[in-house]
């Protein structure tokens, strides 16, 4: 049996920053349009904040909200589906029920750390910028290996794959635990 994947995808300043809670950083078509080929027909996997910030849910897509508030509904769901997730099990039994499709963890940064211990693999958009702002991404340590890099001007898309198998198998645990 392969074992599953859980892929963060976000785009990185060289300074680690990701948002400022505001408004978008940058304007990157070419990472715009990588992310909607990449990720089209997977899940994606988000917090509240980072739902609320896209406008709602992206079209061709599962999305997975986390909120602690239970009673929060998603707008703008054109038609999509937007699971409503208040637990890291809650994301398990939504991934379990969507196993035939791609899982992506999409952010922001609160969501990137409460999912870092089951996230196998990392598309990161590796952005020549030192953006003021206060959301980040993890660190990465030496349990990542890079596996490939292609440059554009001004940002490299880069991806990245756990050495360790631990994460395989902390995703397994939690999406099996259904
Ligand atoms: N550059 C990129 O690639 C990228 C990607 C994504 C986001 N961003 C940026 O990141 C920023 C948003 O990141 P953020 O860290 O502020 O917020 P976030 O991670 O998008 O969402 C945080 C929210 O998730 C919910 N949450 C967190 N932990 C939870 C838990 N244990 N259980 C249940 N729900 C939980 C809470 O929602 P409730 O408050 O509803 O309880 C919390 O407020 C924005 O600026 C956005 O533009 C950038």
């Known amino acids: 049996m392969t074992d599953p994947t859980l892929t963060a995808i976000a785009a990185v300043g060289t300074n680690g920053v990701i948002g400022d809670g505001r408004g978008l950083l940058w304007h990157l078509p070419e990472d715009f349009a990588r992310f909607k080929r990449v990720t089209m027909g997977g899940v994606l996997v988000m917090g ?34 937007v699971v409503v997730a208040t637990s890291v099990a809650a994301v398990g039994r939504a991934l379990a029920a969507h196993a035939d499709q791609r899982w992506w963890c999409a952010g ?35 349990t990542w290996r890079e596996t490939s890099r292609d440059p554009w001007a001004g940002f490299d898309f880069v991806t990245y794959e756990r050495v360790r198998p631990t994460a395989a198998g902390a995703l397994r645990s939690l999406t099996d635990a259904v």
Not at 60 to 72: C, D, E, H, P, Q
């Open 48 to 81: 509240r904040t980072t739902y609320d910030s896209l406008g709602g849910a992206l079209r061709g897509r599962v999305s997975v909200v986390l909120t602690r508030n239970a009673g929060w509904r998603p707008a703008r769901t054109h038609g999509c589906e």
């Open 108 to 142: 922001g940064g609160e969501v990137y750390r409460l999912l870092w211990a089951v996230t196998t693999h990392l598309d990161l958009t590796e952005v020549q910028a030192h953006p003021t702002g206060a959301v980040t991404f993890p660190a990465l340590d030496e």
